[in-house]
């Protein structure tokens, strides 16, 4: 009989109810250790954490998931440096959506194989003696050890634990994460990639479904950006921070708008390199689109039926991620319409300017200036506000 009520509740002896709050913590330790301890200290440097909260973040990394730190630090960054291109370790636009969210494990193996990849990717990654002598050589060894702590804690039924436990971060982060966060969702910011936010909350990921707000801030440990967006994982961070027990080191700056700025200054051009992303998001939904539904309604028609959905969205980049018959047909539709055209071609300008790799801040605020003086002679009212509200950016002190 002993070894009966063994089985069934192990040496806890916990209920059905009890077990699935214990589930849910575990699984929740293995979220916050990904998300805050891989992503956003180790592979971008946005936080740092007090050497014990560190380790128990590697410890129980170890034991849930075996992925080595150095691994996934360089297979995510990797991820940035390369995003949506055939380098990218797991890009749905390349290698299928399908793919990616049912084989995410996989991928990230073929990663891990990369070895000069990892050497280059993963510099500052921990190599202490625990590091080089078990988490790195033995890291199967930690999701055996899992297997029997919860046989003996929880008899059978942590059998079933454990396996949920194997089964959450390749399900959530390897295959929605990576998967549906650069297929289907909303976005904050129009990056230079597809990523997505898939929710503005959903705490059972740790804030990773800000997947869009993410690519816009990489080095940033806050991912919500909007006042409804809610990131578990930043309010964790806040927490050990007032316990002093992390240091968090960078944040999204914040962008402010001054008055009555005639002419961009060195401030407007520090707050546009900053914020980017942002600028060609408003880009779209105040000018592009504004201008749009006007030309649509002297047409007398509706915008989704005078122009296609896939074919407006195309617009806020050329049609980068459109199929090579559908960008052909975005750019014939696009000749036609003067108006649109002009309008097309100054976003590709300003993008140009905001992207430039060149290092002579002189140089690009004068083309910056330039590019305003001709949106306010275009005579283009959408284009004329535009360029006004750009000259007012700031970063928030």
């Known amino acids: 009989m002993e070894w009966v009520g063994f089985l069934v509740g192990g040496v806890a002896g916990l209920g059905a109810w009890e077990l699935v709050l214990v589930g849910l913590g575990f699984v929740q330790l293995t979220i916050f250790a990904v998300t805050l301890y891989l992503h956003r200290s180790?592979?971008?440097?946005?936080?740092?954490?007090h050497p014990a909260i560190a380790h128990v973040f590697r410890f129980w990394t170890w034991l849930t998931t075996s992925m080595i730190t150095r691994e996934w630090v360089?297979?995510?960054?990797?991820?940035h440096a390369k995003v949506e291109t055939e380098e990218d370790p797991h890009s749905p636009r390349i290698k299928g959506i399908g793919r990616v969210f049912w084989n995410g494990?996989?991928?990230y193996r073929q990663a891990r194989s990369e070895r000069a990849d990892i050497a280059q990717y993963g510099k500052g990654a921990p190599e202490d003696w625990i590091e080089r002598h078990l988490y790195t050589p033995h890291a199967n060894l930690g999701p055996l050890a899992l297997f029997v702590m919860n046989f003996v804690l929880f008899g059978l039924p942590g059998i079933a634990l454990w396996a949920i436990q194997m089964a959450w971060i390749p399900f959530w982060a390897a295959g929605v994460i990576n998967g549906l966060g650069h297929w289907w969702g909303y976005r904050n910011f129009e990056s230079a990639?597809?990523?997505t936010n898939l929710t503005p909350w959903a705490v059972w990921i740790g804030g990773e479904e800000l997947h869009n707000n993410?690519?816009?801030?990489?080095?940033?440990?806050?991912?919500?950006?909007?006042?409804?967006?809610f990131d578990i994982g930043w309010a964790a961070i806040r927490v050990l921070a007032a316990l002093g027990l992390a240091k968090v080191l960078r944040v999204a700056p914040r962008l402010d708008l001054r008055p009555?700025?005639?002419?961009?200054?060195?401030?407007?051009l520090k707050a546009l390199l900053a914020h980017r992303f942002h600028a060609m998001t408003e880009y779209q939904r105040h000018v592009l689109v504004p201008a749009l539904r006007e030309e649509a309604a002297q047409a007398g028609a509706k915008l989704r039926t005078w122009l296609p959905t896939r074919l407006r969205r195309g617009l806020v980049d050329d049609g980068r991620w459109l199929k090579p018959d559908a960008r052909e047909q975005m750019q014939r539709w696009v000749e036609q319409h003067p108006?649109?055209?002009a309008l097309v071609e100054h976003r590709r300008r300003l993008a140009a300017v905001l992207e430039a790799r060149s290092h002579d801040a002189a140089e690009r605020l004068r083309q910056l200036q330039q590019w305003c003086q001709e949106a306010e002679a275009s005579g283009?009212?959408?284009l004329q506000d535009y360029a006004a509200r750009l000259r007012g950016y700031a970063l928030a002190q």
């Not at 592979?43 to 740092?48: I, L, M, S, T, Y």
């Not at 009555?260 to 407007?268: E, G, L, R, S, Y």
């Open 42 to 49: 180790q592979a971008h440097r946005g936080v740092d954490f």
């Open 74 to 79: 360089a297979i995510h960054r990797k991820h």
């Open 105 to 107: 494990v996989e991928l």
């Open 193 to 195: 990639d597809t990523s």
């Open 214 to 229: 993410h690519h816009a801030f990489p080095s940033s440990a806050r991912f919500s950006m909007r006042r409804w967006e």
């Open 260 to 268: 009555n700025i005639h002419v961009p200054d060195a401030d407007t």
């Open 339 to 341: 108006r649109i055209h």
């Open 380 to 382: 283009i009212r959408v």
